[in-house]
Structure formats: structure tokens, C-alpha cells
């Protein structure tokens, strides 16, 4: 039996800077546990397309948007989980790392890397974190003022049917935007917290201590043991969150919409989710292109066959080919929210804009005391001497 095919593995994805492969490490209890658990949901997965258990019941009554909106207003649709992708922090003047020309690529060069993906390899960053923290300056966002996307999500969450978001992006965004800690899975960090690199230690720091230090351009060390600070965004070589594992284990059987915004769904293990749900759970792509579509030979061999938007079988997956933010607007004005969407924008957004201006002129005034202390200071040693 040469021949004998091989045990199916998840398909190649185009080697991205971005991409966050699981590696194997020592102490990964969590990982034993996901990986347990992926062979459950195989064994279930090939049982119920085998037995014909529980399949392909449709709970829309359309494949359209205003059909996804209908099953939100029949009461049926308690737990919505979002899961989102870089494309939702674009209108917001976040990069997006993964589309050439908006900076990463072309900005690598400078800081003579051995290779572009060691800037984000934790091994790396231990040993020498200059470039890291050149870069985190340079990408710095100017305002961090969430989009009509996050502000949707915040709804769903004020209108008790979010069940969890599951973001790739590591902007704090859906912070800004109102969602708490417990309805968020950063699957790849945040740079809301960092945290001193010791096991010893590991002292916790907020946004505005690390940005103070990116903008003074020192290294951040930490105040009680001089270690090397971290944000918590996750590097090439560490694990993802365990509230990652923890929590897909427990959400997905449960949730009764899912809705993906703004990802290409390349990143593993955050893309392979979407077959986490059971199989009579619509799913809702809100994007630029079609994207997570099944893979012939992964769907006969019973691996989660992927999206399925177009084909006659086609019977929970509805994609929606446009900005996240109208995506959003759209479904919004299906649901009669409309308004109520467009009011919490605008008065979350003038909000962060007066809090702007109160912290510019807070830093003018501090900039003007500076320099009259210096003007007096000079003047006094003028007539000392
Ligand atoms: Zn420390």
C-alpha cells in the first residue's frame, strides 16, 4: 500500500506575513486540548454527513442579505458571533498588513532584517526589538476611531445578541467601539495591554505607557526589572490566547448566526472556525471578494467543506460583495436600525473628537508651560551671571 493517500492536512495557505502558524512547544496544554477537540469534531462531522444527522436543515428563507435580517427579527437568532479581519479597520486608516503597498512590505527594507518575518518572530524580538518598535511607530494610527462596522457589532451587543466577536485585528478598535472583555477574543493579541517579557515578573502595562515609550523611541523596559516590555499581540512562535481555545470550544456549538467581516479567512487556526458551527447555522460574509469557499477533495473527504455561497446545494451561506461598513449600513436598514446606527456613530465619533482636542490642547498648554519654565530659568541664570 504505497499509494495509500495521505491523512488529509489543512491546505497550504499563501505564507504571509501576518499568517500564525501553531507551532509545536512544550508546555501546550491548550493546544493538546484544541487538537482533541478537532478530532471530535471530525469524528462528528464524518458521523453526520455518514448517518445524514443533522444536515443541511435551511433556516433562511432567503440566501440575501434582507433574508439573514429576517432571521435575526424572527427571536430565533439569540447568539450571533462576528468574526472579523483587517478589512473592518480599513475606513478607520488602519493598514491592512496583508495588502501590498499599504506600508509593511515596502517599509521592511530599512531595517536590514535576516529575513521580512523575523521582525515579528519572538525569538527575534527578544534579541534585538529596535526594528519592532521602529515599525509600531511608523504604522502608529494617528486616531484610533472605530468604523460603522464596530459600531454595528457594539449594537448587536446592546441589543443582547452577541454572543462573542472573534477579531484577527490586534487595533483595540472594538474596545473603542464599547465591547468588553468578555465579548472579545483578540485570536491574535492586543496592543491594549503589554507585559514585561520575564516569567518572573511579567508587570502589566497599559496603551499610553507603551505609546509614550514608541513615540520617545527607547526600547520599553520594564520599571521593576529592567526585562525587556511586550504588547500582547501575538508573534510568529507563540501561542495564541488560551481564551482562543477555550472559548471556540464552548461559543460555536452554540451560535445560531455567524457573521464574517472583513477577512480573507487565510489564517489558521482563526479561518478553519467558520466550520465550528453546526450545519444548519447560517453564515453572513460581509467583504470585497468571495472568500472560504469549499475545497473539492477537503469537502468529499468530510473536512468542514467550506463556504458554499453559489452552488445548487447552497442553503445557509450568503455573501454580501462590499465594504464592511456598508455591508453593515445595509443589513442595518433591513433590520430598521438604520437610524439608530447612524446616531450611535455620530455621537461615539464626536465624542473621540472632543476627547482630542481636550488632550492637544492639554499637550499645548503642557509644551507652553515648558517653555515659559525654560524661558524663566534661562532668564534667572541670565542675571545670575
Ligand atoms: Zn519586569
Same mark, same amino acid.
Given at each position: 500500500?504505497?499509494? !495509500? ?7 497550504? +495557505? ?7 502558524? /501553531? /507551532? ?6 491548550? /493546544?493538546?486540548?484544541?487538537?482533541? +477537540? ?55 486608516? #488602519? ?38 518598535? !521602529?515599525?509600531?511607530? /511608523? ?8 468604523? #460603522? ?29 464599547? *465591547? ?78 455567524? #457573521?464574517?467581516?472583513?477577512?480573507? *479567512? ?34 468529499? *473527504? ?11 446545494? !447552497? ?23 438604520? !437610524? ?7 455621537? +461615539?465619533?464626536?465624542? #473621540? ?33
Amino acid at each position: 500500500m504505497s499509494d !495509500a493517500p495521505e491523512p488529509p492536512r489543512e491546505k497550504e +495557505e499563501d505564507s504571509n506575513l501576518c499568517d500564525r502558524e /501553531e /507551532e509545536p512547544s512544550e508546555d501546550s496544554s491548550e /493546544e493538546d486540548e484544541a487538537s482533541g +477537540e478537532t478530532e471530535m469534531d471530525f469524528l462528528r462531522s464524518l458521523f453526520s454527513r455518514t448517518l445524514g444527522l443533522g444536515s443541511g436543515e435551511k433556516v433562511l428563507d432567503e440566501l440575501t442579505l434582507d433574508g439573514v435580517a429576517r432571521y435575526i427579527l424572527s427571536g430565533k437568532c439569540k447568539n450571533i458571533i462576528c468574526m472579523v479581519g483587517a478589512g473592518i479597520s480599513t475606513s478607520a486608516g #488602519i493598514p491592512d498588513f496583508r495588502s501590498p503597498g499599504t506600508g509593511l512590505y515596502a517599509n521592511l527594507q530599512k531595517y536590514s532584517l535576516p529575513y521580512p518575518e523575523a521582525i515579528f518572530q519572538i525569538d527575534y524580538f527578544k534579541k534585538h526589538p529596535e526594528p519592532f518598535f !521602529a515599525l509600531a511607530k /511608523e504604522l502608529y494610527p494617528g486616531q484610533f476611531k472605530p468604523t #460603522i462596522c464596530h459600531y454595528f457589532i457594539r449594537m448587536l451587543k446592546d441589543k443582547g445578541l452577541l454572543r462573542r466577536c472573534y477579531s484577527q485585528n490586534i487595533d483595540t478598535l472594538e474596545r473603542v467601539a464599547g *465591547l468588553e472583555e468578555d465579548d472579545l477574543v483578540e485570536a491574535h493579541g492586543t496592543f491594549y495591554t503589554s507585559h514585561c517579557v520575564s516569567f518572573l515578573c511579567r508587570k502589566e502595562y497599559n496603551l499610553d505607557w507603551m505609546k509614550a515609550r514608541i513615540f520617545s523611541d527607547e526600547v520599553p523596559k520594564c520599571e521593576k526589572c529592567s526585562s525587556l516590555v511586550k504588547p500582547d499581540i501575538v508573534f510568529f512562535g507563540e501561542n495564541l490566547p488560551a481564551k482562543f481555545f477555550t472559548s471556540t470550544t464552548t461559543d460555536f456549538p452554540r451560535c445560531d448566526l455567524l #457573521i464574517i467581516m472583513g477577512t480573507s *479567512l487565510q489564517v489558521q487556526p482563526f479561518a478553519s472556525l467558520v466550520n465550528k458551527v453546526s450545519k444548519n447555522t447560517p453564515r453572513l460574509l460581509i467583504n470585497m471578494e468571495k472568500t472560504g469557499q469549499s475545497d473539492a477533495l477537503m469537502g468529499m *473527504l468530510g473536512f468542514g467543506g467550506g463556504m458554499d455561497f453559489d452552488s445548487e446545494k !447552497a442553503y445557509r451561506d450568503v455573501a454580501y460583495i462590499s465594504t464592511c461598513d456598508e455591508g453593515c449600513m445595509a443589513l442595518a436598514e433591513f433590520l430598521g436600525w438604520k !437610524a439608530e446606527l447612524e446616531d450611535l456613530v455620530k455621537r +461615539e465619533h464626536a465624542l #473621540i473628537d472632543s476627547k482630542d482636542k481636550q488632550d492637544k490642547a492639554k499637550l499645548a498648554n503642557q509644551t507652553v508651560k515648558a517653555e515659559e519654565k525654560t524661558a524663566t530659568e534661562t532668564g534667572n541664570s541670565d542675571k545670575l551671571e
